[in-house]
DNA sequence: CTTAATGCAAAAACTTTGCACCGCT
DNA sequence: AGCGGTGCAAAGTTTTTGCATTAAG
């Protein structure tokens, strides 16, 4: 079997999705880690994230616009994206209701249920006030 | 404004979303709408599923793997992948309880809560059984 | 030295779009 | 007739992959 060895340019992007909170995108966060290996390729971008979300090291958060996101938090938590900015917040709830809903959804699936993943939608205090300011 | 125009094609791909729980991709749907209008095009077909969604007639269900699903049941409901074989499956909940989470959401969001997607990964029955008889 | 990881580029997968023509109203 | 929908093909977006080279153990 493969055996997982270290890399500066996995390292980097593992740092940066611990100290963001801005879910970015695999674009942005080749981006930002190109500043401190400018030779870096987005492919190399690509199997990093996966691997650190294979690893159970970064989460993948599959949204319907635009390409998927990353999520360094590994926490179970839930997300809102705001339909306004397309940004994307955590949002944190009891962690018991994670469980809780697992066994409520095995309960009426005939199979087994090992996780889940619930993406809210609205709008963010900033797209908010922006709209009313623009009521004038 | 542009007024919505009837089309055979657009009544012919909901016929088929009202009539099926498979939770087909854009593509499924293609290739089954051909039998009836063989010139259709995948680019009509992404059309009008968009079109559908929009209307609030057909729900599009994002997963993390291949391409988007579309679901004839704009019945608030979630949905389970299994992760061995990839076919999408209802998960009927208390009504109640979409509402309950929007609320729940927003007292923990800085904004507004309009709605919310939750996908499941589990393992269904067949893929279950068909493990079970390959360790004899 | 051995093998995993990288950079690069090509390709794959999925979806959208411009345009001339067709069909609904 | 007027305008929205379609078919077709081309292009756009996002992600994966083959391969020679580089670097970790």
Redesign the pocket.
Known sequence: ??????????ASIKEYLDHTTEHP???TVYLHVREE?P??????V??????LADMGEAIKITTPD???RFDGNTHPHYHVVCTCCNRVFDLHIDEAHINTMNKLAEEHFDGTIDSHATLFYGTCQDCLTQKTSRES
Request: hydrophobic share 30%; charged share 25%; no cysteine.
């Open positions: 079997m493969a055996t997982l060895k270290y890399s500066r340019q996995r995108t695999a674009d290996f030779r870096i390729s987005l492919g190399t690509y199997r990093n994230l996966n691997l635009g390409g998927d």
